[in-house]
């Protein structure tokens, strides 16, 4: 690998941790309590166990945040397909 390679894995892998730990901070304050209501009254040391993996899933986070209707996902698998 090249050193420009290099330097441009390096500086893509620091903006999206950026942008994650931006994301994340928003997320937990906000967030968290839209996409999984369960976590409403979660206290703050829950919120900062969570950062470290909302930083690294970000835009899973996003996406699911984005279309969050503010109910909890109902499980699809093969089983509750096959119940159908």
């Known amino acids: ?9 390096i500086q893509l892998a620091t903006i999206y941790t950026a942008i994650g730990i931006l994301f994340g901070l928003f997320f937990i304050i906000r967030g968290i309590d839209r996409v999984d ?6 206290s703050g040391g829950f919120r900062l166990l969570i950062l470290p993996g909302t930083v690294a899933l970000w835009p899973l986070l996003a996406w699911r945040w984005l279309r ?17």
Do not use: F
Request: charged letters at 20%; aromatic letters at 4%; a negative charge.
């Open 68 to 84: 969050a209707d503010g109910e909890p996902p109902t499980e699809s698998n093969a089983h509750r397909r096959a119940a159908r």
């Open 37 to 42: 209501p369960a976590a409403a009254g979660a």
């Open 1 to 9: 690998m090249s050193q420009g390679w290099a330097e441009t894995t």
